[in-house]
């Protein structure tokens, strides 16, 4: 079965402090890792995805199999950044394409 | 180029009806996925079709149900509604064939069962 967990319901930085939203999964298979984004009022959207190793809006995440994890980080949060964030899983091979998503983070950035 | 869409935005049904919902994947998507969310439970997956054959699906009861159409269109049922079922209802759509690609969501449909 494939589970992800967001340890933190809440996250309040300050602008300019490091921010770094958890991510853990449990998944047997070869997983393949996203962070999407809502911000208020509007869709969600995908920030990053593991396989891509980019960095967006100054975010990145790396994914560490052995500890089963992806956490996001930021090295200076803006309060542009204040937003819903989830953290998803799918499997990367055979024919399950459904994403399995965590129950998300908000993050608030405070001037 | 033109996002997910989907209708209505807004539908209010009472317990026992039925609901059909819409979206109109990005062009040239042919996999479109449902996803239903609530504070409660998150966003859960439905199901998702390809190329108008269902693919995956989650676990819900056999009251949900969807199809897809040849331009990829695609449509979501829910017969004999529940006050449960009361969730924002999103759609994604990507181009199915690439694993690594992300999938674009639409701006739901917020049902209301009374």
């Known amino acids: 079965a494939q589970r992800v967990t967001q340890p933190e319901k809440l996250l309040s930085v300050f602008k300019g402090a490091p921010v770094e939203l958890k991510c853990n999964y449990s998944?047997?298979?070869?997983?393949?890792l996203f962070w999407y984004v809502q911000y208020s009022r509007q869709r969600l959207q995908l920030l990053l995805r593991?396989?891509s190793r980019e960095s967006i809006k100054g975010f990145t995440a790396d994914l560490n199999k052995g500890e089963t994890s992806f956490h996001l980080k930021k090295p200076f949060a803006q309060e542009e950044d204040s937003a819903m964030y989830y953290c998803a899983l799918r499997d990367s091979g055979g024919s399950n394409y459904k994403l399995t998503f965590g129950k998300g983070t908000l993050l608030t950035v405070n001037p | 180029k033109a996002g997910v869409t989907q209708t209505p935005r807004y539908l209010i049904k009472t317990r026992g009806q039925q609901v059909t919902l819409s979206c109109s994947p990005i062009s040239g998507h042919r996999s479109v996925s449902w996803y239903q969310q609530t504070p409660g439970q998150g966003l859960q997956f439905l199901f998702e079709?390809?190329?108008?054959?269902?693919?995956n699906k989650g676990n819900f009861p056999g009251r949900f149900s969807g199809r897809q159409f040849s331009n990829s269109r695609s449509e979501m049922n829910v017969s004999t509604l529940e006050l449960g079922d009361s969730a924002l209802y999103l759609c994604?759509?990507?181009?199915?064939?690439?694993?690594?690609?992300?999938?674009?969501f639409g701006s739901g449909t917020r049902l209301t069962v009374v």
């Open positions: 998944y047997s298979g070869s997983p393949e």
């Open positions: 994604a759509s990507s181009l199915g064939n690439r694993r690594h690609y992300g999938y674009t």
């Open positions: 079709y390809f190329s108008e054959t269902q693919r």
């Open positions: 593991h396989i």
